[in-house]
């Protein structure tokens, strides 16, 4: 199968991690599924009007067209509708004629998945990870953005959320197609079993962008403030994407800092090494589909305590840590309390043993291949 890539999430070098689940995906393909990314981005210093540049991933080329981008926004993307068809030609010419469109979140690059389905033919499925869909965002998947997406989606041949929580949020909208949940996968040869470790202090991590409207990072700063006033045998990693000098501030003013500890961005290798530190993993998100920092923690045997939102609690039971109410301080406390006392009485290999059977990238892989074959023998 001959399967393109457009990805409305791609990581760049200015936001390294944006959309890698994405890529993490089309890499865990089997060998019959010859993948190629398709993408068009500004060029920096770019002296001609475009340039291709064919990048060799673990399991795909990445064919990135990059453009020196008019000033004028309405032109801006018109060339870059241009360019996109020229990709195309060009994956056509060099590559091979593609089967099947994969479209990895809907929106903005759905509008040429389903163009180029109008036009040429070529049928798309679409993998879902974006929260607009979620109750909490309802003020901002409205008017013509949520016409468009809703348009793009019904007419996918076929749509995969990675949670069937978040599936639900998309019928709530209007989207009334076939569906097949598919849920993030994990690399379990770099996420491996990890045993807790005998310590004075017990690590809890945390991993996230740290935007607050979502992951509310204040919340757990202000329930570590009590529970520093309680206890003194944690401390909290924090691993995060961008900067956070108010939330610095506020370990400061509050005299936290040998309780928070900011470590900034990490590789896959250093992430996975932090969860092998770690006694227990932490979420107090707002609002989630299917955390893939979680996916982690189960692969590395690392109980997690989280919010249930999203499709969290599809695959966080007892057995594997502990569910509270999204918001609730309170309860955020006591599970802290709680996993500070108890974490080392989790079965960490039967953890890793379901991550293993649940996320492992080849299944993940082979479940998309399926999904691909159905579509294309309809």
């Not at 673990?58 to 996109?84: C, E, F, G, S």
């Not at 955390?291 to 999203?310: D, K, M, N, R, W």
């Not at 709680?338 to 080392?344: A, I, K, R, V």
């Not at 990238?361 to 579509?375: D, F």
Request: proline share 5%; hydrophobic share 40%.
């Amino acid at each position: 199968m001959n399967i393109l890539h457009l990805l409305s999430w791609f990581p760049t070098p200015d936001d390294p991690t944006l959309g890698n689940f994405c890529v993490r995906m089309i890499d865990a393909l089997p060998e019959d599924c010859q993948s190629v990314i398709l993408s068009v981005c500004d060029g920096k210093d770019l002296k001609e009007s475009f340039k291709v540049n064919e990048i060799k991933g673990l399991h795909h080329t990445h064919v990135q067209i990059a453009i020196r981008p008019p000033k004028n926004k309405a032109l801006r993307k018109l060339k870059m509708l241009r360019m996109y068809q020229y990709g195309l030609r060009y994956v056509k010419k060099y590559f091979f004629q593609p089967d099947l469109i994969h479209l990895h979140v809907a929106y903005p690059l759905g509008q040429l998945a389903l163009l180029w389905h109008r036009i040429h033919g070529y049928p798309y499925v679409m993998t879902e990870h974006w929260t607009i869909y979620q109750p909490q965002n309802k003020d901002v998947l409205v008017g013509r953005l949520k016409k468009k997406i809703v348009n793009i989606a019904n007419h996918a041949s076929l749509i995969m959320p990675v949670s069937l929580d978040l599936q639900h949020c998309m019928e709530g909208h209007g989207v009334h197609n076939r569906f097949k949940v598919i849920y993030n996968l994990v690399n379990t040869d770099v996420f491996t079993l990890s045993k807790a470790l005998e310590r004075p202090k017990k690590h809890i991590l945390h991993i996230s962008t740290l935007r607050d409207e979502a992951k509310n990072f204040s919340g757990i700063l202000r329930v570590v403030e009590q529970l520093r006033q309680q206890r003194n045998d944690f401390e909290l990693h924090v691993i995060h994407d961008y900067e956070a000098p108010e939330f610095k501030a506020f370990v400061k003013e509050h005299h936290l800092e040998d309780d928070v500890i900011f470590h900034g961005k990490k590789t896959s290798a250093e992430v996975a090494q932090a969860f092998a530190d770690s006694d227990f993993f932490v979420l107090f998100s707002n609002f989630e589909n299917l955390p893939c920092v979680i996916v982690e923690a189960f692969a590395s045997g690392v109980p997690v305590l989280s919010t249930a939102v999203g499709g969290i609690a599809e695959i966080l039971s007892p057995e594997r840590g502990i569910l509270i109410p999204s918001g609730d301080e309170e309860a955020l406390l006591q599970g802290m309390n709680s996993m500070l006392d108890h974490s080392g009485e989790y079965d960490r290999a039967a953890i890793r043993d379901y991550a293993v059977n649940t996320f492992a990238a080849p299944n993940i892989g082979q479940q998309i291949a399926a999904a691909y074959k159905s579509v294309l023998e309809q």
